[in-house]
Structure formats: C-alpha cells, structure tokens
C-alpha cells in the first residue's frame, strides 16, 4: 500500500535539521516487511540544510496534524535530472545491518532473538513491545576469548574461571553439530578463556555486562602477572617470570548460556565500535564526543602490533647501563619503562590501523584529530580545554563514521 501526502504539510528532519521543503513523498507498507518511504528534493533546498549526516535518524511529521507520519534510515541518496534529489528510506534498515550471520542461537526463544537484535541494533528500549517476551531477571554464564597467556589448565581467580582449550572444546562439544557455524572457528582461536557468571534480563544487555566485567578483570590480571602480587581477592596466585610481559587482550567473540534454559547466544563483537559510538554520536556536546572518539579509537587499535624499534639484546643493554648506580626499587621503574619503548603509543597504533584499513587522512583532519586528542588530555586532567566550534565537532564526528565504516568493510572483505 502507497500513501501520497500534501507536500506543504510535510516536516522532514535529519538527525536534528529540520526541512519543510519537501517536493515529493510517498511512503509504502508491505505485510510482513518493513515499511519503505521516497523523499524528493531540489537539490539547492537540500544543500541548504548544511551537513546532513547520511546515518542519522529522518523523522517524517505532518505539520497540520502535530503527528508523526514515518521514521526510517536513509538506503540511497541520488541525483536526478533537473537538480532533484531523490532519498529512499527504510524503517527496518539497522536490523539488516547488524551482521546477524556473525550469530548464532541455540534454543533461544525466537522473541529474546527478536528483542536483543532489536536492541543492538539501537532501537530504544520503550519503543520495542513483544508480547509474551520474558523480562524477569536470569542467571548468565560468560565464555570470553582472549590472547596473551597460554591457559594450560583450568584455574579459578576470584571467582572468575580461567580455561584451558581441552575444556573449552568439551563445553563446544555439547552443543549440537548442525549448529555450528565459522563463528565458532573465531571462537576456538585464543589462548585462554574466562568464566563467570551473572544476572541479566536480556542477552542484549548480558553482552554490555560481560565485556565490562571480562575486560575489568583481564585488566587487572594483566597488572598482577606483570607485577608479581601473590594474591586477588585473597586468592594465591601462580607466576612465571616469563608472564611478566604479558597482556591479556579479550578477542572479538563471546559465548552466553543461560544457566536454567541451556539456551545459548555466540556472536562476533567486531561491530562493537560501531555500537559503542552509536552512543555518542547524537551528541553535540564536546566533551561527550571526545570520550566517545578515544573510546573508538582504542577499540579500533587494541589488535595493532607494531614493529620493534630496538631489538631485545638493544633493550637489555640499555637497561644495564641505565641502572647503573640506581637503588633496586629506581631500577625496577628504569627497566619497566625500557620494557615499554617498543609498546607503540595509541596515536601510533591508530595510524597503524588507518594505514591496513586504507584511509589517508588530509592535512585539516590531521590537526583535528590532534585538537581533540588535547581536548581529552586536558578532561583527563582536569584541565579546561579549548573549546572546538560546532563545525569542528561535526567534522571530527564525520572522521570517526568513515573510519568505522572502512574498519567495517576491511573486516568483512
């Protein structure tokens, strides 16, 4: 069904720009799809609105009525002959997009598939209703990947369960062989894997609580190892001098049970920055989209190695001629911090990452990544910072979007 509606009572907006020049509009319903619309423009009138961000939300009103005729993500934007601008819409495009052949479900019941998708997709909570959807509150158990220490056999460290690969594949095992996919061959690849567990309603939310709590814990793990304490939490813990290098990195995987119903959700993370700058990008306030943009790019360079500057035989020299005439305790802060000369900062690591994914950055946005690189510097100081324009933060907002995307696309070729 296609409904044509008066064009002068039409109020078209794009994320926050507003528009009531609209040339033509013709919204289709279909049963058992989503709902698609057409927007028709002059093309100097749509210039006019400034810089339109193409992933915003277009919100379609009725003027006369004070009511809201369709809300949907732009699917194309094009030219057309005498300076029109045609834009196709479709309300149901973020579910296409977020990757469900990176899923896999387990005897999941179809309406929490539905829910957690919708969810993820960045649907708010209160504008998704499905009957007979149970909310109440259930006990999760969490299997995160993550590389940087060889796991040769289990180990509990306050509560958290590290595990060995022979367990791991024995809990694979369990789970029937015609629903496996490649996403558990991404899974399998680690060096280790923690457990634990909790409570959560949705496996939506249990994502955000797991890779909160696995990546607090593997944090801190890194620092014991690395620094020798005897114990966590009062628990004794083992040590290898060997270790003391180590930094454990969660992999881009992750396997949820809920413990009562044996039902199981595995899926690849990778699109993860995309969801986490999906929460700050809506923003116009600076210092929101500064946290926002760091977060993103430490997400995005958190795999990156770089190249050594100096050998290991370059580093053990230099340590031995710097500690000379030092007391033990200057000495260990000397060597841990020659240890850390080939530790690539993250403004290195990122260019790393824009150079495999194919992105060049111009002059302009150069000195805009590093206006607000001292933007979050000074907030992590508490420092006032320079203020960035209104154009500046759109630009920066622009820079992270096209490199989500590239980071995307590279990821999926």
């Known amino acids: 069904m296609s409904k044509n509606q008066v064009i002068d009572d039409i109020e078209v907006i794009f994320g926050s720009i507003s528009s009531l020049i609209c040339r033509d509009l013709r919204i289709s319903q279909r049963l058992n799809a989503s709902t698609t619309a057409m927007l028709r423009f002059d093309k100097s009138d749509f210039l006019e609105l400034g810089a339109v961000n193409y992933l915003d939300v277009v919100v379609i009103n009725s003027v006369s009525q004070k009511r809201l005729l369709y809300t949907g993500y732009i699917v194309s934007i094009k030219n057309e002959p005498n300076n029109q601008i045609v834009i196709h819409l479709d309300n149901g495009v973020e579910l296409h997009e977020t990757g469900i052949k990176a899923l896999t479900v387990m005897r999941v019941d179809p309406r929490e598939v539905a829910y957690s998708m919708a969810r993820l997709a960045g649907f708010p909570q209160d504008h998704i209703d499905i009957p007979g959807l149970d909310n109440s509150r259930k006990e999760m158990v969490a299997f995160v990947p993550f ?6 056999q289990d180990e509990n460290v306050s509560g958290v369960q590290l595990i060995a690969l022979q367990s791991i594949k024995s809990i694979v095992e369990k789970f029937p062989k015609n629903e496996r996919s490649e996403v558990w061959d991404g899974f399998l690849d680690a060096d280790g894997w923690i457990s634990f567990r909790f409570t959560a309603s949705h496996f939506a ?12 814990f593997l944090s801190a793990y890194s620092g014991l190892l690395q620094y020798s304490y005897s114990q966590f939490r009062g628990d004794f813990i083992e040590w290898e001098r060997r270790d003391e290098a180590s930094n454990l990195k969660r992999q881009n995987y992750m396997l949820l049970v ?3 119903t044996g039902s199981a959700w595995l899926r690849d993370l990778f699109q993860l920055p995309l969801l986490v700058w999906n929460r700050f990008r809506d923003s116009e306030d600076y210092y929101v989209v500064t946290i926002g943009l760091w977060q993103v790019v430490e997400l995005l360079s958190s795999g990156v190695k770089l190249s050594n500057s100096r050998t290991q035989e370059q580093l053990a020299d230099l340590s031995s001629r710097a500690v000379a005439n030092l ?10 911090s020659i240890k850390r000369l080939n530790d690539g900062a993250l403004i290195e690591r990122f260019k ?6 194919g992105i060049v950055l111009s002059k302009h946005e150069h000195e805009l990544l590093d206006k607000f690189r001292k933007i979050r510097n000074a907030i992590e100081h508490g420092k006032k910072p320079e203020e960035p324009s209104v ?11 096209r490199v989500i995307l590239a980071s995307l696309t590279a990821s999926d070729n």
Do not use: Y
């Not at 939310?205 to 607090?216: G, N, Q």
């Not at 154009?391 to 979007?401: G, S």
């Open 147 to 152: 590389k940087g220490l060889l796991i040769k």
């Open 205 to 216: 939310e249990a994502e955000d609580i797991a890779i909160e709590k696995a990546d607090v």
């Open 258 to 260: 809920m413990t009562h």
């Open 327 to 336: 007391t033990e305790e200057e000495s260990n802060l000397v060597r841990a």
């Open 352 to 357: 790393q990452h824009r150079k495999n994914i």
């Open 391 to 401: 154009q500046e933060i759109k630009r920066v907002k622009a820079l992270v979007n």
